[in-house]
């Protein structure tokens, strides 16, 4: 059972670019969470999705930061013209239905993204 | 609204010594806690999950204690090895059923060989 997968792992973008980054969730989770660690800083939560649906995107900066859970394919986190300050690390989580297990997230390697 | 705070913010200590890394939160209402490990540029790796209603939980070396009524927990690492090397990273889990993780700034180890 392959992990949370996200890709890519690296991403340079210059200012004023999109940047998306794609997040497969664990075989059978239907919940995907997304958060931010900015350097020398924790993960801060940003979007929690599930299928086409966004549950809370109290996270998210008010502009430019957008993110969806298509029926079919990954989850994207789409940040548009991007600025230096979005220079971070970007996780994604998934977990299984909340019906069931221990609710445990579990996360993907990250993708890095650099603005030049 | 709820913080995490993780004391040391960094720890070199040489191999074979036992330690213990510190994680404080301001709200007892939580719903379970989490000890993450983290490579340099990679993941996060789950260590040990505590539901709020267990004291602690142990895996090989490791062993993680709640303490709610007090906003607190620990990681104690039995025999450090080189190899323990990372940052790790303390999550708590708010008691309302929500599923955002609310994560301190990490700790990060040094084992010297």
């Known amino acids: 059972n392959a992990g949370v997968m996200q890709n890519p792992r690296h991403l340079v973008r210059r200012r004023g670019q999109e940047a998306r980054l794609r997040c497969s969730p664990m075989?059978?989770?239907?919940?995907v969470y997304w958060y931010r660690q900015l350097p020398e800083e924790g993960l801060k939560f940003m979007v929690y999705l599930q299928k086409e649906n966004i549950i809370d995107e109290s996270g998210m900066p008010k502009e430019r930061f957008s993110a969806e859970f298509p029926k079919e394919g990954p989850s994207i986190l789409r940040i548009q013209q991007v600025v230096r300050g979005d220079s971070a690390a970007y996780f994604c989580?998934?977990?299984?239905?909340?019906?069931?297990?221990?609710?445990?997230?579990?996360f993907g390697p990250g993708t890095r993204l650099t603005v030049t | 609204k709820q913080e995490v705070t993780q004391i040391p913010a960094a720890l070199s200590v040489p191999e074979g010594e036992n330690l213990v890394l510190n994680c404080s939160f301001t709200d007892s209402a939580i719903y379970n806690l989490q000890w993450f490990r983290q490579d340099p540029g990679k993941g996060l790796t789950s260590l040990l999950l505590?539901?709020?209603?267990?004291r602690e939980q142990t895996s090989g070396r490791l062993n993680a204690s709640l303490d709610k009524s007090s906003g607190r927990s620990t990681l104690y690492i039995a025999a450090s090895q080189p190899g323990d090397s990372a940052t790790y990273l303390c999550a708590v889990r708010r008691g309302d059923s929500s599923y955002k993780l609310i994560f301190g700034s990490g700790t990060r180890l040094l084992v010297r060989p």
């Open positions: 989580a998934s977990s299984p239905r909340l019906a069931e297990g221990t609710y445990e997230q579990y």
């Open positions: 505590i539901q709020s209603s267990q």
């Open positions: 075989k059978g989770h239907s919940h």
